[in-house]
């Protein structure tokens, strides 16, 4: 089955440190990836997404890659803000088995804190 | 720009009780989606109503029911509440299931507690 596996936090950094999350991927066809952000006490927005293989998602100085050869779609900020502070969530889009239709798979979530 | 309003926002149960979770959006989405997260296990899919008249059991589906009452809403029922189903619920929607890019957008979820 599809599964999704994101590197363990809590991430704590100073601002204007660099920022990798790690996410790897396991799936059986051809799968859109994407991040998304839970700011506290909100519901989970979308930060970027990628379709195809060797796509980049970005969006608010973030980054991501989709590595088909390496099933990995690694998310990077060059200078972390306070205002990032958040949990990041890793989630695939594939035919999910026995479903009739797409469906997302999270991975677990890695929360984020940046220090001034 | 309401987006996926859901409520109630917090709520305390006892055990054996039961309650409904609404959800409605605006975005004139076919498809309609509710989890629930839990520490340290992501989110996981309860059930999820491809388009308006069709609802399914996803991941996670013992002790819930779901009704698709109309495009706009979905709702979530906990018909005898037990403490395992304390968690945040989240309800989401999307444009259509049948797309493998379709991205979801969420409500704020509903923080509930069953004693």
């Known amino acids: 089955g599809n599964s999704v596996t994101q590197m363990e936090g809590p991430v704590t950094l100073s601002e204007e440190a660099f920022l990798t999350i790690n996410c790897t991927y396991t799936a059986t066809g051809y799968p859109s990836l994407f991040w998304y952000v839970q700011y506290p006490g909100e519901g989970l927005q979308l930060l970027l997404k990628?379709?195809?293989?060797?796509d980049k998602g970005s969006n608010k100085g973030f980054e991501a890659t989709y590595r088909k050869e390496t099933t990995s779609f690694h998310l990077e900020k060059g200078s972390v803000q306070v205002s990032d502070s958040a949990v990041y969530f890793c989630?695939?889009?594939?035919?999910?088995?026995?479903?009739?239709?797409?469906?997302?798979?999270f991975g677990k979530g890695t929360k984020l804190s940046v220090i001034p | 720009n309401a987006g996926v309003t859901q409520t109630p926002k917090f709520q305390v149960l006892k055990t054996g009780q039961s309650m409904t979770l609404q959800c409605a959006q605006d975005m004139n989405h076919n498809s309609m989606y509710w989890y629930r997260q839990d520490p340290g296990m992501g989110l996981r899919l309860i059930y999820y109503s491809a388009s308006e008249g069709t609802t399914d059991k996803g991941e996670v589906p013992n002790g819930y029911n779901v009704s698709r009452l109309n495009k706009r809403e979905f709702s979530l029922r906990l018909e005898s509440a037990a403490p395992s189903q304390t968690s945040v619920y989240f309800c989401a929607s999307s444009p259509r299931s049948g797309q493998v890019n379709q991205p979801q957008h969420f409500g704020d979820g509903t923080r509930l507690s069953i004693l």
């Open positions: 990628a379709t195809k293989a060797d």
């Open positions: 989630a695939l889009s594939d035919l999910r088995s026995g479903a009739g239709s797409y469906q997302l798979t």
